[in-house]
């Protein structure tokens, strides 16, 4: 039961190629799509069920990017090593400042993690010798998975499609094991979850460790399958957009962040026809959002759905009542 | 280097009065509404932006001005009323989200109005520098500092000496209770938003002609402001403006003595610095003293 939403979303994301063979769309904006969802699911671990804010999440994404994209132009590594390079450093980066910035609330924290998001692009900017500046590093070579070459729009959209299952069903599990439940105790009041005997401040480094390590997995995959990285892609408007993923979906609900993510990709190459318009109707859409629908899409439109069910469902007992008089 | 020092320092005290400026506009929002209003860079952009467009078509400069900061301090009421108000009551992250794509909605129609371009103000009183000591000096530095101090105190004798600064106060205290004691807290929240929008235009014009302004020109000047009010203790007016001084001389140090590409790295390295050690701000408890 639990994993029927998981299911569901595995036909879906299978059934798509198949539907629309040599899409365009199919394959290169769900690709897009797909890495989003990772970095949205992981990030709803830290905000949607721990009550934490971080402004500066796409630091770790371009962590695992660069990683992935300086190991294998600058030193030949194979692909899959950068990539398990990539997630030791942002894992580890993650764990050095998760304790500090942990500590801190509300604005406070905002500030620190957009502080620490900024800090991380304007090094991919500086770092020139290592990074390529503001131009970027191009020519990251495909990768190479036991053998296999991982080429063209439908097989990358297969890997990112298993990568983000893969994601989605760690996530499921988390929330629902003991750190899932630690996880919402610090989030309804991080002191009765002290009192409760929950170690809070190793809940919360664990849960930001784990978002950053999703964050840098979907970086990996991001840097092989563009082959070319550039600092403008983890800046701090994607951090910003990462974090409206989430709360557009709908917090503290995995597949929440996930809708939230593909309604936002969707939504890009929607405004895109708007050129000039698209910074408009894009501010005024997140404003409306939060405004009309504050509990976000995914759960606002699913209390809706419960609603007309129990609407119903209360209907036929009745019914059920009668017939049994 | 003693020269340099000193130079560093005037410019540091030039781009620190600016970020005081929006920083005191961080906390006045704050302390009327407890959100942090992320347009609030955009109120400096659109400042800026509308000065130079009217000066351009001949208008004088003081008039230019005076229409640029009512026309921003009119957007800031609108902000208010359309955005934040209907949005009463909604979590941190919410309202973060809501003035975010304020900003982002600003930014669209400044790029509509005024396109990609890099625009500048010519200077109010020329642009002959003044030596002082071994130090340079534009003489529009001049009209930001003067312009700082008087703004800076004049929110201070408002906040502290009128009665309608001190009911603004009352609210950021506690809310409920200053309804009670017959201070219309709407009013009040929207004293705050269009007093922070114009003092965000007024600091646009002023540093227009310095800095060039674009329509993203707000995006990095409203972090730094917020990086002022948090190093300050947010909410704590005097506190933003202490953060904004201390963090414009050290963006200038750093710029001057390690490397101007990292200046923003090292104004933000400071921010989390202070958070470390002092998690409410160097000036928060202080609020808290208050009461």
């Not at chain 1, 910035?101 to 957009?114: D, E, K, V």
């Not at chain 1, 899932?180 to 929950?198: C, T």
């Not at chain 1, 976000?296 to 129990?310: C, E, H, I, M, N």
């Not at chain 2, 921010?271 to 609020?287: C, I």
């Amino acid at each position: 039961m639990r994993l029927v939403g998981f299911y569901i979303f595995a036909a879906i994301a299978a059934l798509l190629p198949v539907l629309f063979p040599n899409n365009y769309f199919v394959t290169v904006v769900g690709a897009s799509a797909g890495l989003h969802v990772i970095l949205a699911v992981g990030l709803n671990l830290l905000i949607g069920y721990t009550g934490q804010i971080s402004l500066g999440h796409a630091a770790f994404f371009g962590m695992g990017a660069y990683a992935s994209a300086i190991m294998t132009t600058r030193f030949g590594w194979p692909g899959w090593l950068a990539m398990v390079a990539g997630l030791l450093v942002a894992g580890s980066i993650a764990w050095l400042f998760a304790r500090p910035i942990l500590r801190l609330r509300g604005h406070y924290l905002a500030m620190a993690t957009l502080g620490f998001g900024i800090i991380i692009h304007v090094i991919m900017v500086q770092a020139m010798q290592w990074t390529g500046g503001p131009d970027g590093l191009a020519g990251i070579p495909p990768l190479n998975l036991l053998g296999w070459t991982i080429e063209g729009d439908e097989q990358w959209y297969g890997v990112i499609a298993a990568a983000m299952l893969l994601t989605i069903w760690l996530s499921l599990n988390i929330v629902d094991s003991r750190m899932g439940r630690a996880l919402r105790a610090v989030r309804g009041s991080e002191f009765a979850a002290q009192m409760m005997g929950i170690d809070t401040a190793s809940a919360k480094t664990q849960v930001f460790v784990i978002s950053a390590l999703f964050a840098a997995f979907a970086g990996s995959l991001f840097a092989h399958q563009q082959a070319f990285v550039s600092p403008d892609s983890f800046n701090l408007m994607i951090s910003v957009e990462l974090v409206t993923m989430v709360v557009l979906g709908g917090m503290a609900s995995t597949f929440g962040a996930a809708c939230g993510a593909i309604a936002l990709t969707l939504l890009h190459q929607g405004l895109v026809v708007f050129e000039d318009y698209e910074m408009l109707i894009h501010g005024a859409l997140l404003m409306a959002v939060m405004i009309f629908m504050p509990q976000g899409l995914f759960v606002g439109l699913s209390q809706v759905a419960r609603r007309v069910w129990t609407h119903f469902r209360g209907r036929s007992t009745q019914c059920a009542e009668s017939i049994g008089k | 280097m003693p020269e340099q020092l000193f130079q560093f320092l005037v410019t540091g005290v030039t781009v620190g009065s600016l970020y005081a400026l929006v920083g005191l506009g961080f906390a006045l929002i704050y302390n009327a509404s407890d959100v942090v209003n992320f347009a609030q860079g955009e109120f400096v952009m659109l400042g800026a932006m509308t000065a130079i467009s009217l000066v351009a078509a001949g208008w004088p400069l003081v008039l230019a001005a005076a229409v640029a900061t009512l026309l921003t301090l009119l957007v800031g009421l609108l902000l208010e009323r359309f955005a934040i108000e209907p949005a009463w009551g909604a979590s941190v992250v919410a309202t973060i989200i809501i003035t975010i794509g304020a900003a982002i909605f600003l930014r669209g129609v400044a790029l509509l109005l005024w396109g990609k371009d890099f625009h500048a103000l010519p200077p109010f009183s020329g642009d002959t520098p003044i030596h002082w000591g071994s130090a340079t000096l534009l003489p529009q530095s001049l009209w930001v500092l003067g312009g700082a101090v008087l703004l800076v105190t004049w929110v201070h004798l408002f906040l502290n000496h009128t009665l309608m600064g001190k009911a603004l106060l009352a609210c950021s205290f506690n809310r409920a209770a200053a309804q009670l004691v017959g201070i219309n807290v709407k009013v009040m929240l929207r004293l705050a938003y269009g007093l922070s929008a114009g003092l965000g235009a007024i600091a646009g014009i002023l540093i227009a002609p310095i800095t060039f302004s674009s329509y993203e020109a707000g995006v990095m000047l409203g972090l730094k402001g917020f990086s002022a009010a948090i190093i300050g203790g947010i909410g704590n007016p005097m506190g933003a403006v202490a953060g904004g001084l201390l963090l414009g001389v050290l963006e200038a140090l750093g710029a001057g003595f390690i490397s101007s590409g990292y200046k923003d790295a090292i104004a933000f390295l400071f921010v989390l610095m202070v958070l470390f050690f002092e998690p409410t701000g160097l000036f928060g408890h202080k609020v808290a003293e208050r009461v």
